[in-house]
T-cell receptor, first 108, second 116 residues
Framework: RKEVEQDPGPFNVPEGATVAFNCTYS??????FFWYRQDCRKEPKLLMS???SGNEDGRFTAQLNRASQYISLLIRDSKLSDSATYLC?????????FGAGTRLTVKP | ETGVTQTPRHLVMGMTNKKSLKCEQH?????MYWYKQSAKKPLELMFV???????ENNSVPSRFSPECPNSSHLFLHLHTLQPEDSALYLC???????????????FGSGTRLTVV
């Protein structure tokens, strides 16, 4: 089983759609969780941290389910500019693990 | 411009060449990292430096040799690479080497390396 597993996609959605990604992790001792965004041929950039109580930043909502060991990212009202690869990052005792990413394409 | 600058952006090298990748950060961070990103694979952590001391070396082949002369600069020296080493090499920095580091990672734009 992979340390951090994501559906590679691609997810192809129309503008305005709501899309959700899940990420599962294997290490139950994981302490902190993040979503990064990586545009084509660019570096990853922090999108948002994921808190136990769930958190929202505009159109983006992140959730953590420790019991089932997964985190999710929900994007509402998708924009063309949301097209990117979304990386799940899980940290346990300074051992940072990245998922391979989920690719999203938002189409007009 | 992210505050972490990597050069060169692209590099093509033969298997017998020696080259170096450079990373410079202007953020006053204390930790710096080298990652390898291959197509459709997760980022692989290669080396971590905290306050100029190497704190992690994740079973990386000796043909990759890191150097951290000060807290702002990080190098990756390459020699006798293999074609399977072709990938995007990303440098990152964070304020501290800690459990929250990923939240504070700033990545450079990467060096796209092709070994022929």
């Amino acid at each position: 089983r992979k340390e951090v597993e994501q559906d590679p996609g691609p997810f192809n959605v129309p503008e305005g759609a709501t899309v959700a990604f899940n990420c599962t992790y294997s290490n139950s001792a994981s302490q902190s969780f993040f979503w990064y965004r990586q545009d084509c041929r660019k570096e990853p950039k922090l999108l948002m941290s994921v808190y136990s109580s769930g958190n929202e930043d505009g159109r983006f909502t992140a959730q953590l389910n420790r019991a089932s060991q997964y985190i999710s990212l929900l994007i509402r009202d998708s924009k063309l500019s949301d097209s990117a690869t979304y990386l799940c990052v899980v940290n346990a005792n300074n051992d940072m693990r990245f998922g391979a990413g989920t690719r999203l394409t938002v189409k007009p | 411009e992210t505050g972490v600058t990597q050069t060169p952006r692209h590099l093509v090298m033969g298997m017998t060449n020696k080259k170096s990748l450079k990373c410079e950060q202007h953020l006053g961070h204390n930790a710096m990292y080298w990652y390898k990103q291959s197509a459709k694979k997760p980022l692989e952590l290669m080396f971590v430096y905290s306050l100029e001391e190497r704190v992690e070396n994740n079973s990386v082949p000796s043909r990759f040799s890191p150097e951290c002369p000060n807290s702002s600069h990080l190098f990756l020296h390459l020699h006798t690479l293999q074609p399977e080493d072709s990938a995007l090499y990303l440098c990152a920095s964070s304020q501290q080497y800690s459990g929250m580091a990923a939240g504070g990672y700033t990545f450079g734009s990467g060096t796209r390396l092709t070994v022929v």
